[in-house]
Nanobody, 126 residues
C-alpha cells in the first residue's frame, strides 16, 4: 500500500501563486507515474497535470484549463511531486489530490491511478 501526503494548499488572491507538494510516506515497488487532480464542490474529479515515471519525467500533460499557468515536476532525489500554480483564478478553487500509478511509464489524466492522497484545499478569492 502506498500512502501519499499533499501539502502546500491554502488561500491566494486571483493572479497569485501557490506550490503544492506530494510525497509518499511508504514507497511503491518499482517506478511510478504521478499526477494531480482536483475536485470542486458539486463537480467531478478532473485531471490537472500528469508526469511520467522517474525514468520518463520529461513527459508531462496538462488540462487545457491550466496550460501555461501550472507546472508539474518531480524531484527524484527526495521522491516529491510538485505543482507550481501561477496566475491563479477563482475557478481553480478545489481540493487537490496527488495520485500515483506503479509499474508505469506514463498514465496521463485518466482518474484510474491506484494510489491517492487525502487532498489539500486551494481557495482563490479576492
Amino acid at each position: 500500500q502506498v500512502q501519499l501526503v499533499e501539502s502546500g494548499g491554502g488561500s491566494a488572491q486571483p493572479g497569485g501563486s501557490l506550490r503544492l507538494s506530494c510525497a509518499p510516506v511508504t514507497f511503491p515497488r518499482g517506478d511510478y507515474c504521478m499526477a494531480w487532480f482536483r475536485q470542486a464542490p458539486g463537480k467531478e474529479r478532473e485531471g490537472v497535470a500528469a508526469i511520467g515515471s522517474t525514468q520518463n519525467s520529461g513527459t508531462t500533460m496538462y488540462a487545457d484549463s491550466v496550460k501555461g499557468r501550472f507546472t508539474i515536476s518531480r524531484d527524484n532525489t527526495n521522491n516529491t511531486l510538485y505543482l507550481q500554480m501561477n496566475n491563479l483564478k477563482p475557478q481553480d478553487t478545489a481540493m487537490y489530490y496527488c495520485a500515483a500509478e506503479t509499474f508505469c511509464w506514463f498514465h496521463g489524466l485518466s482518474p484510474t491511478y491506484n494510489f491517492w492522497g487525502q487532498g489539500t484545499q486551494v481557495t482563490v478569492s479576492s
